[in-house]
């Protein structure tokens, strides 16, 4: 396993990615970068577009409680070994073999049980300009995930991989204007976009 992983693909295909996030895992945020490094094939990057918990089996519900955390872990420790946290990834970038990153879809998807960590800040800044995944996100949007609010996640982590206050501004104003061109001078729908990202 990975030292850094937050867990292992178990659906994959070349537009989306699933995986089961490991108990002892923090679960990356929506919106949070992630990437897959298959052995001797490209590295693949996502991008958390949704993140579920529920129970381990289909055919049964998590019920209420009405136990604080603290309780429920001294009286039924048990339940918490019955519930899974799965994240879905927008797959919108690849490294191939020469080093480029390519902000295109990959040309296969992710082995299952590949293992899926968290992106690092150097890795966010070398998604950065022109932007073009921005644009499979506006243009070929995932149909159950609120696409401006995705687009407010995505802004706030550039924003915060170039040093938010102290470097972040920048990047934040070229991934603006590329927002910007692809919205098609829809000015309402853009503020309301950037008024949330700061």
Not at 35 to 51: K, M, N, R
Not at 115 to 134: H, I, K, M, S, T
Not at 155 to 160: E, G, N, Y
Request: hydrophobic share 40%; aromatic share 4%; with cysteine.
């Amino acid at each position: 396993m990975a030292d850094d992983a937050l867990g292992e693909v178990i659906e994959a295909s070349t537009r989306q990615f699933v995986a089961e996030v490991y108990e002892e895992a923090d679960v990356p945020d929506f919106g949070a970068w992630v990437c897959v490094e298959p052995d001797g094939a490209p590295t693949l990057f996502g991008l958390i577009s949704h993140v579920e918990t529920g129970s381990y089996d289909t055919n049964r519900q998590a019920v209420a409680l009405g136990l604080s955390p603290e309780e429920r872990a001294q009286e039924m420790p048990m339940v918490d070994e019955l519930l899974r946290t799965t994240v879905r990834a927008q797959m919108l970038a690849c490294r191939g073999t020469d080093g480029e990153i390519r902000q295109t879809l990959p040309p296969q998807p992710p082995d299952i049980h590949d293992f899926v960590a968290p992106c690092a800040d150097e890795q966010v800044r070398a998604l950065g300009a022109p932007y073009d995944f921005l644009r499979t996100l506006v243009e070929h949007p995932d149909p159950d995930v609120p696409i401006d609010d995705l687009l407010v996640a995505v802004l706030r982590r550039i924003h915060a991989a170039h040093g938010g206050e102290r470097g972040g501004r920048k990047p934040l104003v070229q991934a603006g204007r590329a927002l910007s061109r692809l919205l098609d001078d829809d000015h309402e729908r853009l503020q309301s976009i950037l008024r949330r990202v700061l």
